[in-house]
T-cell receptor
Framework: DTGVSQDPRHKITKRGQNVTFRCDPI?????LYWYRQTLGQGPEFLTY????????KSRLLSDRFSAERPKGSFSTLEIQRTEQGDSAMYLC????????????????FGPGTRLTVL | DAKTTQPNSMESNEEEPVHLPCNHS???????IHWYRQLPSQGPEYVIH???SNVNNRMASLAIAEDRKSSTLILHRATLRDAAVYYC?????????????FGTGTRLTIIP
C-alpha cells in the first residue's frame, strides 16, 4: 500500500500525559498536513510542512502541540499535558506542492489516529 | 476563504442519480470549487474541482451555476459505497495543495 499511513490508529491516555503520533506520507510528496476532527465536524487545519520547513500553523495549535518533519519524510505530532478537549481524530494528509507541483495536486489523507483522553 | 452552505443530510436510493447542492453566494472570481468526501472511518478523499465550466471525472460531475453562486455535485448512479459525508470547499487556488477549510458537509445515506 503506497498511501498515507498513520500510527497508532487509536490511542487512549490519561489527562496530563504526553502523546506522539506518526504520519508517513506518500513517498514523493513534499507537503504534509495535519488536521484535527471532532465528532460531527469537518476536519480543521492545524499545520503543514513543505519538505522539513513548517510553513503555517493554525491558532488551534496551542503551545502544548508541536509538529516536526526532520528529514522531510515522516512527521510526528506531539501533544504535551493532554486535556480532555484534545480528544479527537488527528488526520494527516500529503500532496505535491510548490515548484514540484504541476497542475492540480489533491491532498491524500491517511486513516487518522483517534485520541481519547480520560 | 468564502463560506459554503450545504444541507446537513440527504438520502437517495441505490442505483439512482444523486444531486448534492452547495451554495456559495460570496464566492470571489478566483475561488475554485472543490469537493471532498469522507467515507465512514476513513480520511477525506478528493472527488472533483472546477472554476466556471462543468466538470466530469470517473467519480462524479460538477455543475456550476452561471453566476457561480451555487454548484451541484452529481453522482450519476449511487452505490452503497457512496454513503459518506460530502464537503464543498472554496479555495483561491487551482493547485489543491494548500490547506483545506472544511465545513460540516452533507451526510449522504444510500437506501438499498
Amino acid at each position: 500500500d503506497t498511501g498515507v499511513s498513520q500510527d497508532p490508529r487509536h490511542k487512549i491516555t490519561k489527562r496530563g500525559q504526553n502523546v506522539t503520533f506518526r504520519c508517513d506520507p506518500i513517498s514523493e510528496h513534499n507537503r504534509l498536513y495535519w488536521y484535527r476532527q471532532t465528532l460531527g465536524q469537518g476536519p480543521e487545519f492545524l499545520t503543514y510542512f513543505q519538505n522539513e520547513a513548517q510553513l503555517e500553523k493554525s491558532r488551534l495549535l496551542s503551545d502544548r502541540f508541536s509538529a516536526e518533519r526532520p528529514k522531510g519524510s515522516f512527521s510526528t505530532l506531539e501533544i504535551q499535558r493532554t486535556e480532555q478537549g484534545d480528544s479527537a481524530m488527528y488526520l494527516c494528509a500529503s500532496s505535491l506542492g510548490g515548484r514540484q507541483a504541476k497542475g492540480y495536486n489533491e491532498q491524500f489523507f491517511g486513516p487518522g489516529t483517534r485520541l481519547t483522553v480520560l | 476563504d468564502a463560506k459554503t452552505t450545504q444541507p446537513n443530510s440527504m438520502e437517495s436510493n441505490e442505483e439512482e442519480p444523486v444531486h448534492l447542492p452547495c451554495n456559495h453566494s460570496t464566492i470571489s472570481g478566483t475561488d475554485y470549487i472543490h469537493w471532498y468526501r469522507q467515507l465512514p472511518s476513513q480520511g477525506p478523499e478528493y472527488v472533483i474541482h472546477g472554476l466556471t465550466s462543468n466538470v466530469n471525472n470517473r467519480m462524479a460531475s460538477l455543475a456550476i451555476a452561471e453566476d457561480r453562486k451555487s454548484s451541484t455535485l452529481i453522482l450519476h448512479r449511487a452505490t452503497l459505497r457512496d454513503a459518506a459525508v460530502y464537503y464543498c470547499i472554496l479555495r483561491d487556488s487551482d493547485f489543491g495543495n494548500e490547506k483545506l477549510t472544511f465545513g460540516t458537509g452533507t451526510r449522504l445515506t444510500i437506501i438499498p
